[in-house]
């Protein structure tokens, strides 16, 4: 292993899960932030005892700050960290490799990256060491970056247990317009329709509502830089949309157009791919009742080891004062599922498969 020292330049979110999750795997990680407080509470996070000298030379410097701060932060950690790789991780490309390319002589040691990982919360109190794991991390530079460099940002990205994904910085702008800046625009748009309406309506929101708008908790101040600096490929993925919306205005009444709109969201929703990034998948689901009391989940796991059998996915459901709930397992593999539900009625719980 390469690593073993790294600077991570703002404590917020993304800066500090990427340092619990470096310092779990015993890389010793300096953190660092605008605001005192801010990098105080992520250094007792990741790493108390971690202790640099002045001069302390970082294998990779990690630029986790929004985009207004990043050239500014670059400028500095480039007198700071001579010889350190950068990698920078914000949510835009193209733009900031105008501020990098401002630095020629930094290039071979400079990876532009992205995770496809985070949260509609912010600060170093919402970090995850986890956050990453399973995730796409999309690295933008190319063949100008020195091996060594490339390597140390490969290293830095598997830590994390993230799958690193190379894309062109232009191609990757016009990839988040489409997946994540613009229907995060849509999801603030609908969460704003509530301002002002009725209450008694407001009551009666279920998780429908919730999962459609749950980053439209997200940070104005992030999403206004992400956005305004990436207009120009939300632009015509908002324009698309717009149109859509507007030719199925006056035609909702028609059963089989409605059908037909719902019909198109569920062959959307098949295209997104399941565990690790990789194509769609089809799973087996195992949905168990259970009884509301303490340990049935515990029971449940300790069945599936038993039976030798890989949990890809699980959710519970459970209404409080109901005394029962329903959980789920996820499965793969048809034949191992089969054993499994097989295994699970043996022991006594009530089994029921479905599959997607
Ligand atoms: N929020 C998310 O889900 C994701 C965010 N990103 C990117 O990560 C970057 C950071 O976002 P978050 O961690 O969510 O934000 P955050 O608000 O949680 O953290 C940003 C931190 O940077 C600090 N900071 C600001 N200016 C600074 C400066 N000049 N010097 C040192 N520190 C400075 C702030 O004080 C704050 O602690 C952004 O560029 C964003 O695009 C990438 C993937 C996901
Ligand atoms: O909260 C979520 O699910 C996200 O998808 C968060 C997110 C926000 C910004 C990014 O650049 C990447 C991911």
């Avoid at 949510?91 to 490799?97: A, G, N, Q, V, W």
């Avoid at 988040?176 to 407001?202: C, E, F, R, Y």
């Avoid at 992400?226 to 059963?255: G, Y």
């Avoid at 029971?299 to 699980?314: L, T, Y």
Wanted: glycine letters at 8%.
């Amino acid at each position: 292993m390469a690593i073993s020292s790294v600077k991570i330049v703002g404590s917020g979110l993304i800066g500090t899960s990427i340092g619990l999750a470096l310092s779990a795997r015993d890389i010793r990680v300096q953190m660092s932030d605008l605001q005192p407080a801010a990098a105080l509470l992520a250094q007792s996070l990741v790493d108390d005892d971690a202790r640099f000298e002045n001069n302390h030379a970082f294998d990779v410097v990690v630029l986790a700050v929004p985009p207004s701060a990043f050239k500014d932060v670059l400028a500095q950690e480039i007198e700071l960290n001579t010889l350190s790789t950068f990698v920078d991780i914000l949510s835009i490309k193209t733009k900031p490799l105008l501020d990098v390319e401002l630095f020629q002589e930094i290039l071979p040691r400079y990876v532009g990256t992205h995770p496809m990982a985070g949260r509609e919360v912010a600060g170093a109190q919402s970090a995850r060491g986890d956050l990453f794991v399973g995730r796409p991390w999309i690295v933008t530079s190319g063949n100008v970056v020195s091996k060594k460099s490339g390597d140390l940002a490969a290293e830095l990205i598997s830590l994390c247990g993230a799958i690193a994904v190379q894309m062109d910085p232009h191609e990757h702008d016009q990839a988040m317009a489409l997946i994540s800046h613009t229907p995060q625009l849509i999801a603030s748009i609908l969460a704003a329709q509530l301002v002002g309406s009725n209450t008694k309506w407001l009551g009666l929101i279920g998780q429908g509502f919730k999962d459609v708008t749950r980053i439209a908790d997200s940070d104005p101040q992030l999403w206004k830089e992400i956005i305004s600096e990436n207009a120009e490929n939300i632009v015509p993925v908002l324009s698309a949309f717009r149109k859509k919306l507007e030719s199925i205005e006056s035609e909702l009444s028609n059963p089989s157009l409605a059908q037909s709109i719902i019909e198109s969201g569920n062959a959307g929703r098949k295209l997104i791919p399941g565990k690790h990034g990789s194509a769609a998948r089809t799973y087996i689901y195992l949905h168990i009742v259970i009884d509301d009391k303490a340990g049935q989940l515990a029971a449940i796991f300790n069945d599936c080891a038993k039976a030798d059998v890989n949990i890809e996915d699980v959710s519970i459901e459970h209404t409080p004062g109901q005394n029962t709930g329903l959980v789920t397992l996820s499965i793969l593999d048809l034949g191992k599922a089969q054993i499994l539900e097989e295994f699970l009625r043996t022991a006594g719980w009530k089994v029921h498969s479905t599959s997607n």
